[in-house]
């Protein structure tokens, strides 16, 4: 177990190496850069911007500097946003998006396996289409349009739910159904046919026939071996979700990191790009190693090398 | 049966833990108490450090935490502020600025002439690299020395030393500012939000995150900035210290930070916000009929550059032509549903003229201006015109391509030159640009049709005019005439004010026979404001003027 983790956190850097450099070069090739403006400013204060931010260097000697900085964990300054460091960004707006994900997380677990798991012990009943109607509906309806119609129905028309920033728990009931919506519906498809799978299994009958009451076969043996699909659908969900969405965030005005991520790239801000980016790699890949462990407790059949 | 109930009970569960992240907290948490006006100006800021602020939101927000020399009232006339009066000397090169008695800063300090030496010099830093330095401080003098007499490739050819820069203070109480050409629309820079003072020991305790902390964001405004939640809001609360916190009636503006118009359409709808500038471009047309739904001039013309380089539009009958066939009056209201004004010139119709009135009204030759009235007359003329330079019903005259981003109208106006340009038998193939290749590519002259647009920094129509000099960085037409650029000169140096604006006026004739741009449209700004908002105006440079406003109960 311990050298299965030294290997993936070698891997983890080597491929967090490759994804950060892949980005420092390929956002220089963007046209514009972070001082393109619809009025052009002065040769002489270009270059006063350009000086400041080292961006006047060969980009070799960018690349080496960044990375030198890097390693110390030194991610520089927001060009765009004046006076703000980058890891200050991020450690400010990480927590935010976080908690808005992590509700929606456990809200789509709490619901999503239920819910397909009903769905496969009703197979063809009535209660079974309308879960798969639910979830067919999650997994097609964009997010923005879930906000919208949230936004209209809760929050203007009624005006039961506040509808921008994060002062209140009220604030979190629209983000969080939005940001919910599609894992839980994907979840619900996903256990549905995976319980299906399980149920028709040799085991399972094994069980019954061993007499094991129905709590015990449904828990202890089809659940855990159908959860194994939601394991490993897991590991990318919570890492983009504790992100943030820039859609969401957008809409219902939450200061989060999702907003953050994709203005960067709009506004051509080269610091905060490389260091959003290998915060999301990271993530992913620490969320990677913690599923691979989650399937050895899980499923003992697995074992990690 | 009972794996039913079981299942029952999880999802029950599950309902709880929503309920209970939605538990308890009223629907709009109140505000401390006091006389909270709430508004929405645009998304995050990206500084509120004035001298490196660019945006319309940011110039607002420091005009309510800064004071400044003088300051735009509420017939768009420049008062006092600061300064309590002011005089140029008979050379137009020496302005001298008479500071009123007791100034203090938001901490309760003394502030004096000094502090805007300072902040003058650290402005045009190259340091700190502020965008707009040339634009308000480039006509001051030393400034070439000050920042280092840079090369053509804007690198510094001595060491910089800001210190070149001739702005004085004799006095804790005068300021003296020498000018290296008349300015005689100094007094309006003088209001801008990017020469508000700054504070020296607090700006250079912490050079670039001064702004980040309210403790050290130390003003002279109205108001005194005590929170700023990035991504959320700012909020500000009355400076006691301010010279005239007697006519400040407000406890605090909070200025929501929004990056969505619906979200701040919903925010003003349910009445937590009693303005909003992010209208959602969709629902102008019902919006219109509203009482609290406002159109106000902004100085800006939206135009079309023909690429004056091309032998196509070389003969200013052709582009006389091209210009003529548009229905401006169509697309104003038609296209952009009302929300521009046709453009019957370049110098936008809010500009001021020399002697405060409007700039359109002192107009020599009309004939030359366009008729927005009469689009069949301009389409028969349009005709002629063209058959007068050979080019019969389009003949000769290649396939033009309009280059545009997407954004706005941009794309419906495209569409109606094609078609308008049509009927002169011209075909218009229309290329969408994404925006942040489509300005360099259009500065560079690598286009043959585009859209442009001018938003003037200050009410001068220099500031304008400008732009059609051989040269000028943003003369993207690449229009150049001589004599143009002479009556541009000419109106550098002049002092008497009415002499000066007669030389613009020519220059706009000239500019308007040759049809070196092709004006289109002027820009307005919408809002949504509350009639429970009393007092408070705005002026033509784009600023909301919420500094002495009241909320009607």
């Known amino acids: 177990m311990l050298k299965y983790i030294i290997k993936r956190l070698i891997f983890g850097i080597a491929t967090i190496f490759i994804v950060s450099t892949l980005t420092f070069f ?57 006076g703000r460091d980058v890891a200050q960004i991020i450690s400010t707006k990480f927590p935010v998006s976080a908690r808005v994900g992590g509700i929606s997380i456990v809200l789509a677990l709490l619901f999503g396996v239920p819910l397909g798991s009903v769905a496969a012990l009703n197979r063809g009943k009535i209660l079974d289409r309308l879960i798969i109607m639910f979830a067919t509906l999650g997994i097609a309806v964009p997010s923005f349009v879930v906000c919208t119609v949230l936004m209209y129905v809760l929050g203007v028309k009624l005006e039961l739910l506040p509808t921008y920033g994060l002062t209140s728990p009220l604030n979190y009931i629209m983000p969080v159904l939005a940001l919910s919506f599609y894992p839980t519906a994907y979840i619900a498809r996903q256990m549905r046919s995976s319980m299906l799978d399980v149920l028709g299994q040799d085991y399972m009958r094994t069980a019954r026939a061993k007499g094991l009451s129905e709590n015990v076969i449904l828990f202890k043996h089809a659940l855990r ?81 | 049966m009972k794996k039913q109930l079981v299942l029952a009970t999880l999802v029950l569960t599950g309902a709880l833990v929503l309920a209970g992240c939605g538990g308890g907290g009223s629907k709009s948490a109140k505000n401390a108490g006091g006389k909270i006006l709430t508004i929405e100006l645009g998304p995050e800021v990206e500084t509120i450090d004035p001298a490196l602020n660019t945006t319309n939101d940011g110039a607002n927000y420091a005009t309510y935490l800064f004071d400044n020399l003088l300051r735009i009232d509420k017939d768009g006339k420049v008062a006092p502020s600061l300064a309590q009066k002011y005089e140029t000397s008979a050379d137009g090169l020496t302005w001298t600025f008479h500071l009123r008695d007791g100034l203090k800063w938001s901490d309760g300090s003394d502030f004096t002439a000094n502090d805007f030496v300072y902040s003058w010099q650290r402005m045009i830093d190259p340091e700190i690299a502020a965008p707009y330095a040339e634009t308000v401080l480039g006509m001051v ?22 210190t070149k820069l001739k702005v004085e203070a004799p006095d804790d109480k005068t300021l003296v500012v020498h000018m290296s050409t008349p300015t005689p629309y100094f007094d309006k820079l003088a209001t801008f939000a990017a020469l508000s003072p700054v504070k020296q020991d607090v700006v250079e305790a912490n050079p670039d995150g001064w702004t980040l902390d309210p403790k050290t964001y130390i003003s002279t ?123 019957t010139g370049f110098v936008s119709a809010g500009t001021s003229d020399w002697d405060g009135s409007l700039w359109t009204d002192n107009i020599t030759d009309p004939s030359v201006y366009i008729n927005v009235d009469d689009h069949a007359g301009n389409l028969a003329k349009a005709k002629e015109l063209l058959a007068e330079a050979g080019h019969p019903n389009g003949e000769g005259l290649p396939t033009l391509t309009y280059s545009t981003n997407d954004a706005a109208y941009h794309k419906k106006i495209a569409e109606y030159l094609q078609q308008a340009w049509k009927e002169l038998g011209i075909n218009v193939e229309v290329s969408i640009v994404e925006w942040k290749s489509f300005t360099p590519q259009r500065r560079s002259g ?62 706009e004739e000239m500019l308007m026979k040759d049809m070196g741009v092709t004006p289109l449209l002027y820009y307005n700004e919408m809002y949504l404001q509350s009639e429970k908002i009393k007092d408070s105006y705005h002026t033509v440079d784009g600023v909301y003027h919420f500094e002495y406003a009241d909320i009607a109960e």
């Not at chain 1, 002065?42 to 900085?69: C, H, M, R, W």
């Not at chain 1, 890492?239 to 506004?267: D, H, Q, R, W």
């Not at chain 2, 004010?497 to 030389?503: A, E, H, I, L, N």
């Open chain 1, 26 to 82: 390929l956002m220089q090739q963007v046209p514009g850069g972070p001082f393109a403006a619809d009025k052009s400013i002065s040769k002489a204060a270009q270059k006063a911007l350009e000086v400041k931010y080292g961006l006047d260097k060969p980009i070799t000697v960018q690349y080496i500097n960044y990375f030198k900085n890097a390693v110390k964990g030194d991610f520089g300054i927001s060009i765009k946003q004046r």
């Open chain 2, 446 to 507: 690598n286009y043959q049709t585009a859209r442009d647009g001018w938003v003037m920094d200050y009410n001068d129509p220099s500031n304008i005019l400008q732009l059609t000099t051989t040269g000028n960085g943003n003369n993207s037409s690449k229009y150049s005439n001589p004599e143009y650029d002479a009556l541009l000169e000419k109106a550098a140096k002049e002092i008497d004010p009415k002499t000066r604006f007669g030389y613009f006026h020519q220059a």
């Open chain 2, 141 to 162: 003098e030393g400034y070439e020395e000050a920042i280092g007499l840079p090369d053509a490739e804007g690198k510094p050819t001595i060491d910089p030393d800001i």
């Open chain 2, 221 to 343: 405004g109205p108001f005194k900035l005590t929170e700023w939640k990035s991504g959320s809001y700012l909020m500000l609360e009355k400076n006691e210290n301010y010279w005239n916190k007697d006519a400040v009636k407000l406890d605090g503006i909070k200025c929501l930070l929004m990056n969505d118009q619906n979200a701040a359409f919903s925010a003003y709808e349910s009445g937590d916000a009693l303005m909003i500038k992010d209208i959602p471009t969709q629902e102008i047309t019902t919006l219109q009929k509203r009482p609290d739904y406002h159109l106000d001039p902004q100085l800006g013309t939206y135009f079309i550059d023909l690429n004056n380089t091309l032998d196509e539009f070389k003969d200013a009958r052709v582009r006389q032509a091209l210009s003529l066939a548009l229905d401006r009056k169509y697309i104003s209201e038609t296209i952009t549903a009302g929300t521009y004004t046709p453009a």
């Open chain 1, 225 to 305: 071996n159908a959860i194994l699909p939601i394991i490993t659908y897991m590991g990318p969900l919570v890492a983009y979700t504790l992100v943030g969405s820039f859609v969401v965030e957008k809409i219902f005005t939450i200061p989060g990191l999702g907003g953050e991520f994709v203005s960067s790239v709009i506004n051509q801000d080269y610091t905060v790009i490389m260091g959003t980016t290998i915060f999301l790699a990271t993530l992913i890949i620490f969320m990677n190693v913690v599923v691979d462990i989650t399937y050895t407790i899980v499923d003992p059949r697995i074992k990690l090398k």
